[in-house]
T-cell receptor, first 115, second 116 residues
Framework: AQTVTQSQPEMSVQEAETVTLSCTYDTSESDYYLFWYKQPPSRQMILVIRQEAYKQQNATENRFSVNFQKAAKSFSLKISDSQLGDAAMYFCAYRRGTSYDKVIFGPGTSLSVIP | DAGVTQSPTHLIKTRGQQVTLRCSPKSGHDTVSWYQQALGQGPQFIFQYYEEEERQRGNFPDRFSGHQFPNYSSELNVNALLLGDSALYLC???????????????FGSGTRLTVV
């Protein structure tokens, strides 16, 4: 069975600094997708960034980038120039390659941004 | 472009009662998935509906059931509520593309269910 692990229950970062959130996963599949979702106090899950396993290039979305290490089954999220609005729960998630398969979430990392 | 709409926002029920939660998917989406998120935890997959049928199911008892309507909206029903059913229930919609891959879910803001 596929699993997703986030070893950092809580993280904090100074405003304008950079922070990296860790995620590891376990799967025997070769075709899959990885995601980072943000859940602010408003509760709505927001997709931050996604990575296709077949792509070697790390995904980037503005201040957000990932370090995808397929062999190590590691998928970390780097947030640059942190802003107060980045404070939220961050969930790492996995899905097999079929578009209608379920998404498996990790336990989450609570990120605080210090002014 | 309307996103995913869930109702009600909050709900308080008594142990043993039954509850129905509702979800309208994002315009153009045809698949609805339901997740249970206990406080301080990641969402857990309950089931997924596509073409009005339950396509996948997570490790949840039969007390949890659902339905998808022809307009793609969906309901989640929970019978014989237990205190442990207290959680945030999230609905997520997506589009199945035959031969292509979609880009993940669009989530609603959830229904906070409290069982007392």
């Amino acid at each position: 069975a596929q699993t997703v692990t986030q070893s950092q229950p809580e993280m904090s970062v100074q405003e304008a600094e950079t922070v990296t959130l860790s995620c590891t996963y376990d799967t025997s599949e070769s075709d899959y997708y990885l995601f980072w979702y943000k859940q602010p106090p408003s509760r709505q899950m927001i997709l931050v960034i996604r990575q296709e396993a077949y792509k070697q290039q790390n995904a980037t979305e503005n201040r957000f980038s990932v370090n995808f290490q397929k062999a190590a089954k590691s998928f970390s999220l780097k947030i640059s120039d942190s802003q107060l609005g980045d404070a939220a729960m961050y969930f790492c998630a996995y899905r097999r390659g079929t578009s209608y398969d379920k998404v498996i979430f990790g336990p989450g990392t609570s990120l605080s941004v210090i002014p | 472009d309307a996103g995913v709409t869930q109702s009600p926002t909050h709900l308080i029920k008594t142990r043993g009662q039954q509850v129905t939660l509702r979800c309208s998917p994002k315009s153009g989406h045809d698949t609805v998935s339901w997740y249970q998120q206990a406080l301080g935890q990641g969402p857990q997959f309950i089931f997924q509906y596509y073409e009005e049928e339950e396509r996948q199911r997570g490790n949840f008892p039969d007390r949890f059931s659902g339905h998808q309507f022809p307009n793609y909206s969906s309901e989640l029903n929970v019978n014989a509520l237990l205190l442990g059913d207290s959680a945030l229930y999230l609905c997520a919609s997506s589009l199945v593309r035959r031969g292509l891959v979609d880009y993940g879910y669009t989530f609603g803001s959830g229904t906070r269910l409290t069982v007392v």
